[in-house]
């Protein structure tokens, strides 16, 4: 019996990686093209009430870009506005792994439940979600949320933090990109293993069978649609309210001619997956 333990082990080990190389291998595909880009709204060209609507231009053939549309709305004053329309992704998240702080200033209590069904809720007050970011240079920002249904661009009434993407938790040095084996790892090889394992971690999502190559990772959502509005604050709490203000109002406007103008079937978009 003994002489067999390890050949039966060396076999049992080989039909291991064997399984693990087919399984990662049939998962190793590129992510599902969006059904609609930015060439969707290629010559949408709204207006201001409040100032000049510049264009940020995005590629439109670029494979698997989140961005669909993204605005600079300059006042008369100078103040600057920014406006995305983005698949749905975990805004959040994603400046905290830039290494912003992140802080919800309102739309907690009017949050969806998380997974919650997206209805028709033509009739309830959209739920638009306010935070304050803070660089780690000290700069201040508001940025507001709300997510809409890619299909008709209406409100989902959902949380932001909901969406999976990016599902990832926070690197230790948002800086700190991987090299490979070379010097530094080997004057440290023990904080260069941890750093690498929690790369590959924060790669994966999070997610254990994403980081055995089991699956794919979260992506952005096709079927829900992230607007974001930004502007930079002057003073941490002296102009917040009025920017915020300024903000909702433009988001909403800008939203309503982009509802127009996919309604006349002048976007080329799909109706989501």
């Not at 291998?25 to 930015?38: D, E, K, M, V, Y």
């Not at 959502?221 to 309210?241: C, K, N, P, Y």
Request: net charge positive; charged share 20%; aromatic share 8%.
């Amino acid at each position: 019996m003994r002489k067999w333990f390890i050949p039966g082990m060396l076999l049992a080990c080989l039909v291991t990686i064997l399984l693990w190389t087919i399984m990662a291998g049939l998962h190793r595909r590129p992510f599902q093209p969006f059904s609609i880009t930015a060439a969707d709204f290629l010559h949408f060209a709204p207006t201001s009430t409040v100032g000049v609507v510049r264009t940020i231009r995005l590629d439109p053939d670029e494979p698997g870009a989140i961005n669909i549309m993204a605005l600079q709305i300059v006042s008369a004053g100078g103040a600057r506005q920014v406006i995305r329309l983005a698949h749905g992704y975990n805004m959040p998240m994603c400046m905290k792994i830039k290494g912003y702080r992140v802080e919800e200033i309102s739309g907690a209590g009017q949050r969806g439940a998380e997974g919650e069904k997206v209805g028709d809720r033509r009739n309830q007050q959209p739920l638009i979600q306010v935070w304050r970011l803070t660089s780690s240079t000290g700069a201040h920002a508001v940025w507001i949320t709300r997510i809409l249904r890619a299909a008709d661009l209406l409100d989902a009434n959902l949380d932001v933090c909901s969406l999976p993407f990016p599902r990832v938790g926070i690197p230790d040095d948002p800086g700190w990109n991987p090299q490979g084996i070379g010097w530094a790892a080997l004057r440290h090889p023990v904080r260069w293993f941890r750093q690498s394992l929690r790369s590959a971690w924060n790669s994966a999502r999070c997610d254990l069978a994403v980081f055995l190559r089991f699956k794919q990772p979260a992506w952005a959502s096709d079927e829900l649609l992230t607007m974001v509005a930004s502007s930079e604050l002057v003073t941490e709490q002296g102009d917040l309210a009025a920017v915020i203000h300024r903000l909702e109002q433009e988001q909403s406007s800008i939203l309503c001619q982009a509802r127009d103008y996919q309604r006349d079937g002048k976007s080329g978009g799909s109706k989501g997956r």
